[in-house]
């Protein structure tokens, strides 16, 4: 994978053209999911789908102008830092709040690329042309916003959008941390309890694997993109973001190993755990918009799992 400082401007526009198609064939599935049950919505996506392949058009008629007519195919998977996106066809049958959701983060997303290419370019035509395109995307992003409810003022779109940016910078890292320390950690935890009956080793081996599995983390997520087309915000912060939560996830159930008597503190240990799945399954459901009971039952039977792993280990 390339990161987007080192592509070329011939790049750039190449990248754009193949977003631009991309996205074009996602609303056309989402207006053909929609034709039936909601056909105003589906009328809506297929003018943005219209729009989308005008955007290639422009594109590539300005690309065809500087560089000639070889366009080389460069995908978003090709580039660090876009957000992965669920295939289409996999999300059938397709629901209006989710294709509305996929459709305001990927306007958002081709908004804030769009703004970094114009940074970059030096050439009036090209720079006109993405400025152009930053506020036919903005409006895109409002356009799905509204979409199945009632028109969104700008307060209420401002709202939307930063709570967008509060789930991305803040709640996906801290989430991944926390799962990441919860689970991980169980493993190590309880083989030593079981394996040494002793408090204080118990203590010592959580400690170790909870700070370890946070650096790692902090480091992992602060090295996966830099924030400017994603919107996830900077990269060090999201790492320092998921470094202290993954911590704290492993903490949670290390520290009642502090009380020497080992069957009280492994006691006491296990409902921690229980509570902290708990929270992991409800901030899924609360942010994500996970199904309560998929979310419970992903967190219950990973952590389960790992659990049972530590448990055998230790008793081996």
Not at 32 to 51: H, I, S, V, W, Y
Not at 127 to 153: I, S
Not at 233 to 259: E, K, N, Q, S, Y
Not at 277 to 285: E, F, P, S
């Amino acid at each position: 994978m390339k990161t987007f400082e080192s592509l070329s401007e011939a790049e750039v526009l190449a990248l754009a053209i193949s977003l631009e198609e991309e996205d074009a064939r996602i609303y056309d599935g989402f207006a053909d999911g929609l034709r039936k049950g909601r056909p105003e919505e589906a009328a809506d996506f297929e003018r943005m789908r219209q729009e989308e392949n005008d955007h290639r058009h422009r594109l590539t008629e300005l690309y065809r102008a500087r560089f000639g007519e070889h366009i080389p195919l460069i995908r978003r998977q090709d580039v660090k830092g876009f957000i992965q996106r669920k295939p289409l066809w996999l999300s059938r049958p397709l629901g209006l709040k989710g294709a509305r959701e996929m459709a305001e983060t990927m306007e958002v997303e081709s908004k804030r690329f769009y703004e970094a290419a114009a940074r970059r370019t030096t050439d009036a035509g090209v720079r006109q042309l993405l400025g152009d395109l930053v506020e036919e995307e903005r409006r895109h992003v409002a356009v799905a916003a509204a979409m199945g409810t009632k028109p969104a003022g700008e307060a209420e779109i401002d709202e939307k959008a930063s709570r967008r940016l509060f789930v991305l910078q803040v709640v996906q890292p801290g989430l991944a941390g926390l799962m990441d320390g919860s689970v991980s950690t169980l493993a190590p935890l309880f083989a030593t309890v079981f394996a040494t009956h002793s408090s204080h080793d118990t203590f010592v081996v959580g400690m170790a694997a909870s700070i370890g599995a946070g650096i790692s983390m902090g480091f992992a997520e602060a090295m996966s993109d830099d924030g400017s087309l994603t919107g996830r915000g900077r990269p060090w912060t999201r790492g320092a973001v998921c470094g202290v939560m993954t911590t704290a996830g492993g903490l949670g159930h290390t520290l009642p190993f502090l009380i020497p008597a080992v069957h009280t503190a492994t006691a006491v240990a296990v409902c921690v755990v229980v509570v902290e799945l708990g929270v992991i399954a409800w901030i899924r459901r609360r942010y994500m918009d996970t199904p309560l009971l998929s979310a419970v039952f992903q967190v219950v039977l990973g952590g389960f799992l790992v659990f049972l792993a530590g448990i055998l280990i230790g008793s081996s």
